[in-house]
C-alpha cells in the first residue's frame, strides 16, 4: 500500500500540530481533515470527526472513519513514518 500525504497545513494550536490528506494511492481513496498531533514527545495521526454532546451531556469525539484497531494502528504507524519523511525536522515517536 503506497500512502502520500497531501496539503500539509500547519496549526500548531495546543497538541494538534497540523492537519492533511491522506491519499491511498491503489485504492483512489483520499481521506481529507487528518489530524496530526504532538504531545510529552510522543506523536500520533487521527481520523477527521466532530466533537459531540449526548443528552446527559457528556461529550465525547465522534470520527467520520472506523476500522479494525488492528488495522487502524498499522495504518497510522505507516502515516506516521511518511509525515516522518516529509518533515525530517520532527523527532516523531509513537
Given at each position: 500500500m503506497t500512502l502520500?500525504?497531501?496539503d500539509w497545513k500547519p496549526i500548531d494550536k495546543d497538541i494538534l500540530k497540523a492537519v492533511f490528506t491522506l491519499r491511498i494511492n491503489e485504492w483512489r481513496l483520499e481521506v481529507k481533515g487528518m489530524?496530526?498531533?504532538e504531545q510529552n514527545g510522543k506523536s500520533w495521526v487521527a481520523f477527521p470527526g466532530e466533537k459531540?454532546?449526548?443528552?446527559?451531556g457528556k461529550k465525547g469525539y465522534r470520527y467520520w472513519v472506523t476500522m479494525d484497531k488492528p488495522l487502524r494502528d498499522k495504518l497510522f504507524e505507516s502515516i506516521l513514518l511518511?509525515?516522518?519523511?516529509?518533515c525530517p525536522q520532527k523527532n516523531i515517536m509513537w
Open positions: 502520500t500525504i497531501k489530524a496530526f498531533f459531540f454532546a449526548d443528552n446527559e511518511e509525515i516522518s519523511k516529509i
